[in-house]
């Protein structure tokens, strides 16, 4: 983490500066307002993007405290007692920033480009050179035009090497990488055909991909007769750059793979290399793992590890693991488990996860030693300290031989001790109940045996929920819609099964602009649990207006009684000033809403109640997602548009119009007024195939094998004997029943499981809390996984076996069923 004064800052960036606070020293660098934690050190970057625009934040980032911004416009009027730094362009000014940084490093600087493998070439190289180097990595996959400036921000004066990866994703800009960076070595790992959108063809995307090693005195590559192969060494020999090959074919390469031999999940591999034979081990098995390894392997020969070091590094490897799971523990308690190799960007993303899904808990940090930094003890326990300092924390458990003996330099109160077991022998004495816990642990620390003690015991059904693809499917839609289209993100029915809260946060951190819920209670629950963007409740039951205004929640007004009622409630508690409510209109839908006629006697209702304030109008396409209804659903679209424009001369036009579900976004692009209304498709199921394609199902349903049992012929299974075995059969007794959502229609084989991605039929009838699968002649065993719907069985399938639709499967989910979550 670099340390500069806003002066110097402002020199480098040669812009336009107006200091208010000259003495400011900057060391942490904001881009998104939303990963705002503390405003000490902390200077503000307003990039322009597509959809967001850094300027709208600056004024409540200074409410916030932050005093150093990089604009390109200065807000006017200029607001007092801040540094503004006004440039042309804010993105070349943080790359600026960084090509500064490194340039005063006397690091080298090893960079990584290629269509794969990345990220696993940086993470193993740096294992591979730590017991020799003082290494900076970029954090994660840091490695775009933001990513880069910021990986090299955390270069400091110890650091004796850099590896940094390198992605692009259209022409023009590796060059201005390869100025951030400028690396003296280099890794090309390979090419795919993947995302070659914005390029012409592959020797386009190769040309522009080795202009990162335009200057690099040697680069790595896999040496064959391939393609890039060529273009690599074209590249090189015209600027005399030295090569470094390995091959698996060409016993010319430095390093030559004679001989790989898989055994149970490890790589033996048998090099040549100067005309010594060398065996090294891998613990992996899979063909892309094999490379990385050559990849990394190549380099830290090149940079003159010794062989038995890297012999013991290259058998240790570990796999790149970036999820965060989080899951419910006991008393309401959320643990969040983050098992990526620890250092300290990986605990300041953990930490921040923390705050956004633990708003309204105690947070409480467990922490385990952080190897591998290649730092002093003392200097990497202030870093530590200084990172945990900008969270607001309950408490820090801190565990391992190192942060035993130094301690942190926090104000909240910290438990130390010298290794897992020792804390364990005291959890006794902690009393979480409404606490968020982030576990972050280096694997030798075994921090998995305190999510074990910490986690709810239920039946061991589940269902994975992952984050990071319903934040692609909302990015889809965010592609789909003009940057003037609102998302108001429908979450009602414990968001189509994937549970409230956590689906609420997620949604909320990325920016929708409403939330809509079926009934009061769910809305009251998200606000309980800290959410706090707009909330639509589309049935506000007469019991629960009260709690409905208490609790900031909006209602969809439909009827003259429900306007009635909701003005008395008003009235009662006392509200005078302006409540936002939500008009329904009927335009074909037939459930709830105002009639074309009674539009009139409305208006003139609504005239007289200054109480009030139209937030907005809307309606419900009834067969969005049937091509054969288009002329239904064009006359919807015909009649919401002569209703709302009628209520916009009457009562002005200030509210907002929305008409669209998931299908009808997809399918009406001419009709998504002011807002849509985005459900089940942020849940991953889409309603044409185009869309079909990009969006990912979210959830994965798993239950386990119980135990298997053996029939002889004539034996028969389950509640009524309707299957009867003929012949020698093996069932498994699976952990899923009807109460879990597991229809009992599914009997007799009309369902189906998969286990390690074969299928097998359920015989017998399903009862309440199990199943049985026929699973003769496999190899399952008891205790393996068994996927209801996932990979191997979709969504789609499993509704239309039940009869029904996926709204009715995802809904149907049992509440006992535990959900889980993963984040990258
Ligand atoms: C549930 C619901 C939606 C979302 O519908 P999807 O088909 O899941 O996208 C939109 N509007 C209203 C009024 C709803 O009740």
Known sequence: MAKLGIEAIAEILEARSFLDKKEEQVSRILLDSRQYSSAAGV???????????????????????????????????????????????????????????????????????????????????????????????????YNSQIGVPLSVWELEDHHQLGVFEAGISQPGEMARLQEVLHPQLGIFTNIGSAHAENFRNAQQKIAEKLKLFEAVEALVYQKNDTFLSKEIEAFAHEREIELLSWSYLDDSADLFVAER????????????????????????????????????????????????????????????????????????????????????????????????????????????????????????????????????????????????????????????????????????????????????????????????????????????IYLDRMVGNLNYFRRLLSPQTGIMAMVKAFSYGSGSTEIAHLLQFHGVDYLGVAYTDEGVELRKAGVNLPILVLNPERSSLEDLVTYRLEPEIYSFSRLEEFVETLSRLGVSESFPIHLKIETGMHRLGFTEDQLPELVQRLKNLPQLTLASVFSH????????????????????????????????????????????????PEAHFDMVRLGISLYGIGSNEEAA??????????????????????????????????????????????????????????????????RYPVVGNVCMDMIMVDVTGSTVAEGDEVEIFGASISVNELAAKMNTIPYELFTGIGRRVKRVYFME
């Open 43 to 141: 200077i503000f970057f307003a990039l322009r993007g597509k959809r967001h625009n850094g300027h709208d934040h600056i004024r409540e980032l200074i409410e916030k405290g932050v005093r150093n911004f990089v604009v390109e416009k200065i807000p006017s009027p200029q607001p007092v007692g801040v540094n503004f730094l006004q440039v042309h362009h804010a993105l070349a000014a943080l790359q600026k920033l960084a090509r500064h940084i490194r340039m005063r490093s006397s690091a080298r600087i090893v960079a990584i480009t290629g269509s794969n493998g990345k990220t696993v070439v940086k993470e193993w190289l740096s294992q591979m050179l730590q017991s020799q180097y003082k290494v900076c990595r970029s954090p994660k996959s």
């Open 261 to 464: 031999s898989s055994i149970e999940g490890a790589t033996r591999f048998h090099l040549q290399m100067n005309g010594e034979d060398v065996y090294l081990d891998l613990p992996f098995s899979d063909e892309a793992s094999q490379q990385n390894a050559m990849h990394a392997l190549r380099m830290a020969l090149h940079l003159k590890m010794p062989l038995e070091s890297l012999r013991s590094s290259m058998s240790q490897l570990q796999a790149v693991e970036m999820r965060l799971q989080m899951k419910m523990g006991n008393n309401g308690n959320l643990i969040i488990n983050d098992a990526y190799n620890s250092d300290l960007e990986s605990l300041r993303i953990a930490l921040h996860f923390l705050e956004n899904h633990g708003v309204n808990q105690d947070r409480v940090l467990i922490l385990s030693d952080m190897l591998q930094s290649g730092l002093e003890p003392a200097v990497l326990n202030e870093r530590m300290s200084e990172i945990i300092a900008r969270f607001s924390l309950k408490k820090v458990i801190g565990i391992g031989p190192n942060l035993y003996e130094q301690g942190l330099k926090v104000t909240v109160p910290t438990d130390l001790y010298p290794d897992t077991e020792s804390f364990l022998s005291h959890i006794y004495r902690y009393n979480w109940s409404n606490t968020a816990l982030l576990l972050k642990g280096a694997r030798s620390f075994r921090f998995e045996k305190i999510s074990q003690r910490l986690e709810q015991k239920s039946h061991e059904t589940r269902l994975n």
């Open 621 to 668: 396409l009834a067969a969005a997602d049937d091509p054969d209804q288009r002329d239904f659903s064009q006359g919807q679209i015909a009649q919401f548009e002569k209703m709302t424009a009628r209520l916009r001369k009457k009562l002005g036009g200030n509210f907002k119009r929305h008409l669209c579900n998931s299908s009808g976004i997809l399918n009406y």
């Open 693 to 758: 394609r990009h969006l990912k199902v979210v959830s994965e349903l798993k239950a386990s094998v119980s135990q298997l049992k053996k029939l002889q012929p004539g034996d028969s299974v389950s509640y009524g004997r309707h299957f009867i075995a003929d012949k020698e059969t093996t069932i498994a007794v699976v952990s899923i029943g009807y109460a879990d959502g597991f229809r009992r229609s599914l009997s007799n084989g009309v369902g189906e499981v998969a286990i390690a991605g074969k």
